[in-house]
């Protein structure tokens, strides 16, 4: 079971930049490593679906983000407390971080706005579907706005990185054999309408663990600032008693 992050930072010693630097390398590695154990099935399985209709790929793989987002959350969570994570570990609390809320998770989660920043009140305080409303609600006060604009930015970033790499095909295409626009959204070539599907796959693959990480950022945050704003209450009851 994944512990709770409400004791982050506490107690913890400062490390040098060299040190910090290695530790979020390493980070990184095993976000990206348990990542690609459900990343790249679920893209593989959304490709295949391009048969049945062309849009069908990118509605699979818009529809999955929200899900693929456990695996990496689960990863962070455990990194913020300097515990390194490997498959296997992911496969032995799959449970926990595929299995808990899925339906939930696939068709309600994923059109949350703020779905970053109140994931980890799912899944790390482990509230229930029913009872989570009021802390959902303590956590995005005052930050729901933020959390939207990041969601929004991250949308932005994920529209230009996809068009960025299907302009790679006109790029690097021989010389008077370059694709025509019309050509590569009618659909009419197979291989050449993949271009897109492969590009946003790709495009998610790199950059979900940032809109993770960045959300998971904002709600350590937040907890920092309601467990400090705690402390404060407790000592204006000390003094006032």
């Known amino acids: 079971m994944t512990r709770s992050p409400s004791g982050c930072g506490r107690g913890r010693r400062p490390r040098r930049p060299i040190s910090a630097s ?5 980070a990184a590695r095993s976000v990206y490593t348990c990542y690609a154990l459900v990343a790249l099935p679920v893209v593989a399985l959304a490709l295949a679906s391009f048969e049945i209709a062309a849009w069908l790929p990118a509605v699979v793989i ?9 695996t990496v959350l689960f990863v962070l969570s455990r990194a913020a407390f300097g515990q ?3 498959v296997a570990d992911v496969w032995r609390a799959q449970r926990q971080v595929w299995w808990r809320q899925f339906f939930f998770t696939w068709i309600v989660r994923r059109f949350s706005p703020w779905r970053s920043l109140t994931q980890p009140i799912y899944q790390l305080e482990q509230f229930s579907i029913v009872r989570a409303g ?8 005052r930050h729901a706005g933020s959390a939207l604009m990041m969601t929004s930015v991250f949308g932005v970033c994920e529209t230009v990185l996809t068009i960025a790499l299907v302009s790679l095909s006109f790029w690097l295409a021989p010389i008077g054999r370059s694709p025509s ?3 590569l959204l009618s659909g009419e ?9 492969v590009a ?12 993770v990480a960045a959300g998971f950022a904002m709600y350590l945050n937040r907890r920092a600032e309601l467990e400090a704003w705690d402390i404060e209450q407790e000592f204006r009851r000390a003094f006032a008693a």
């Open 62 to 70: 818009w529809l999955s983000k929200a899900w693929l987002d456990r």
């Open 189 to 197: 070539d197979a291989a050449l309408a993949m271009v897109i599907p």
């Open 84 to 86: 390194p994570t490997t």
């Open 200 to 211: 946003y796959a790709a495009t998610v693959v790199f950059l979900e663990p940032f809109y």
């Open 22 to 26: 290695a530790s979020a390398s390493s």
């Open 181 to 183: 626009l019309p050509a």
């Open 134 to 141: 009021a802390r959902i609600r303590q956590i995005r006060h």
